[in-house]
């Protein structure tokens, strides 16, 4: 990357948003781990510079987490560590420049952080993942659109046994998904073999974690994308796919 764009010292690559244009209709939607939400004109970015665009100002120990091309009138989902979700139109944002802060978006609870911007599409459904492999897939609709900045409501039921939020994507029926934890071990399969459970569940066991390891990522990958589709991959031949526990 540093070929492409030249890096600040500790500055690291967080999003890759694919475009195919600079419409005057659609802007970059951009959120960052404390909560904070942000829109831009995609006009803004068509002409780029060698050392590249500042797109938003961070405080120091912020990062961005999430971008994403929007109509001016999607809905945007936000997910945090604490198992919480918040959805509003992005028509309750205004188009800023690319130097401004941005807005509150969700309301954090202390010590919690942002971690995923997800854009609804229909047909689509949240899958959630913790720290101690425990995964779900929730109706979209089950995710009710309400006011910026609020708090939100549950999306995944925390707690010791499954551990903090640490992922959630949008997925539909015949994709896979790439499991990764902070020991290395990555985990390829269905995500129609997670169960569908609504908001306030904890989920099921999608990956058997070690001592001392978590889960620490998840991506969907289309099934167009798939070498063998229909094929679950697990790099780790020491790891579990884990299967559909009862939720507690």
Same mark, same amino acid.
């Given at each position: 990357?540093?070929?492409?764009?030249?890096?600040?010292?500790?500055?690291?690559?967080?999003?890759?948003?694919?475009?195919?244009?600079?419409?005057?209709?659609?802007?970059?939607?951009?959120?960052?781990?404390?909560?904070?939400?942000?829109?831009?004109?995609?006009?803004?970015?068509?002409?780029?510079?060698?050392?590249?665009?500042?797109?938003?100002?961070?405080?120091?120990?912020?990062?961005?987490?999430?971008?994403?091309?929007?109509?001016?009138?999607?809905?945007?989902?936000?997910?945090?560590?604490?198992?919480?979700?918040?959805?509003?139109?992005?028509?309750?944002?205004?188009?800023?420049?690319?130097?401004?802060?941005?807005?509150?978006?969700?309301?954090?609870?202390?010590?919690?952080?942002?971690?995923?911007?997800?854009?609804?599409?229909?047909?689509?459904?949240?899958?959630?993942?913790?720290?101690? *492999?425990?995964?779900? /897939? &929730?109706?979209?609709? !089950?995710?009710?659109?309400? @006011? %910026?900045?609020?708090? +939100? #409501?549950?999306?995944?039921?925390?707690?010791?046994?499954?551990?903090?939020?640490?992922?959630?994507?949008?997925?539909?029926?015949?994709?896979?998904?790439?499991?990764?934890?902070?020991? *290395?071990?990555?985990? /390829? &399969?269905?995500?129609? !073999?997670?169960?569908?459970? @609504? %908001?306030?569940?904890? +989920? #099921?066991?999608?990956?058997?974690?070690?001592?001392?390891?978590?889960?620490?990522?998840?991506?969907?990958?289309?099934?167009?994308?798939?070498?063998?589709?229909?094929?679950?991959?697990?790099?780790?031949?020491?790891?579990?796919?884990?299967?559909?526990?009862?939720?507690?």
């Amino acid at each position: 990357m540093v070929n492409l764009l030249p890096l600040d010292e500790e500055e690291r690559i967080t999003s890759i948003l694919p475009i195919d244009g600079y419409d005057e209709n659609q802007f970059v939607f951009m959120a960052t781990s404390n909560g904070t939400v942000k829109k831009t004109a995609a006009t803004q970015f068509s002409r780029q510079r060698s050392v590249g665009l500042r797109a938003i100002e961070l405080d120091e120990d912020d990062v961005l987490v999430g971008t994403a091309i929007t109509d001016g009138n999607s809905d945007i989902m936000l997910f945090s560590t604490e198992g919480k979700a918040t959805r509003f139109n992005e028509g309750q944002v205004r188009a800023m420049g690319r130097t401004a802060r941005g807005v509150r978006g969700i309301n954090l609870a202390a010590s919690h952080k942002l971690i995923s911007l997800i854009v609804p599409k229909e047909g689509g459904r949240i899958l959630t993942v913790t720290e101690n *492999g425990y995964g779900k /897939r &929730t109706e979209n609709a !089950e995710f009710p659109a309400k @006011g %910026r900045g609020g708090k +939100g #409501v549950i999306a995944m039921s925390t707690s010791a046994r499954n551990g903090s939020l640490v992922g959630a994507v949008q997925v539909w029926d015949g994709d896979e998904m790439m499991l990764i934890s902070n020991q *290395g071990t990555a985990v /390829r &399969t269905r995500v129609d !073999e997670v169960s569908l459970l @609504g %908001r306030n569940t904890q +989920g #099921v066991r999608v990956i058997r974690t070690r001592d001392g390891e978590a889960l620490v990522s998840v991506s969907r990958i289309a099934e167009d994308d798939a070498a063998e589709p229909g094929q679950p991959v697990v790099t780790d031949e020491d790891s579990d796919s884990g299967s559909n526990e009862t939720e507690e």
